[in-house]
């Protein structure tokens, strides 16, 4: 396989922050986009960021900005299509997903998503981690799925676009047909992905900076 190419996700309204661009607020002294960026540029071949509205708010990045081609905002997996198509004119075979509101993801992500996905026709892997009883995201492995952390195959866009134009919006309910995988990270001491929704979030973050 070629080494993939990746899309962060920001295309969602972020309504538990106030709204506006939660990609764009300040850690540490720098914005969560660029901390996100930095973590998975030496991972792929190269980086687009799927977003909706005036992509000009994000010149200084100099990424290709890739808004949604379905309407309405319903959910990452749009995100995720608009990656597809454009890693499809790039003559990429797979695309990788990170969040841009998650900026401790793993530095090894893309490589372990590559090794669980070894033997697929068609890579398709979502990021796990384990997690405690009272989760109620888990899946039948007892794991608690990322689905916006994922290694997705260009060779599938058009069946994505297809699910959801009629309404699929749930990421498992489109992977687990299409035999979609599990890639488990260690979770100890830190959940690598850790995502800021909130502003209590925010401060968090720092703190774990």
């Not at 669980?116 to 888990?138: F, I, Y």
Request: charged share 20%; with cysteine.
């Amino acid at each position: 396989m070629k080494q993939p190419v990746a899309v962060i996700l920001a295309g969602g309204q972020a309504s538990r922050m106030g709204g506006g661009d939660k990609a764009l607020l300040p850690l540490g002294g720098q914005s969560l986009l660029s901390r996100v960026i930095e973590r998975i540029e030496p991972q792929v071949a190269d980086v687009a960021l799927n977003a909706n509205g005036d992509p000009n708010r994000f010149s200084e990045y100099g990424l290709p900005v890739l808004p949604d081609s379905i309407a309405g905002y319903p959910g990452p997996l749009a995100g995720v299509l608009a990656g597809l198509d454009w890693a499809a004119e790039q003559g990429a075979d797979a695309v990788v997903s990170v969040a841009a509101d998650t900026p401790f993801f793993p530095c090894d992500l893309v490589p372990r998503l590559l090794m669980q996905a070894e033997g697929q026709d068609n890579p398709l892997v979502l990021a796990a981690t384990k997690g405690d009883a009272q989760t109620r995201s888990k899946s039948k492995s007892g794991l608690i799925r990322h689905p916006t952390f994922g290694l997705w195959p260009v060779a599938l866009r058009d069946d994505l676009r297809a699910a959801l134009q009629e309404g699929l919006r749930k990421v498992v309910m489109w992977t687990e047909p299409h035999g979609g995988r599990e890639c488990l990270f260690p979770s100890d001491g830190l959940d690598p992905f850790f995502n800021i929704n909130t502003p209590e979030d925010l401060v968090r973050a720092e703190g774990l900076l």
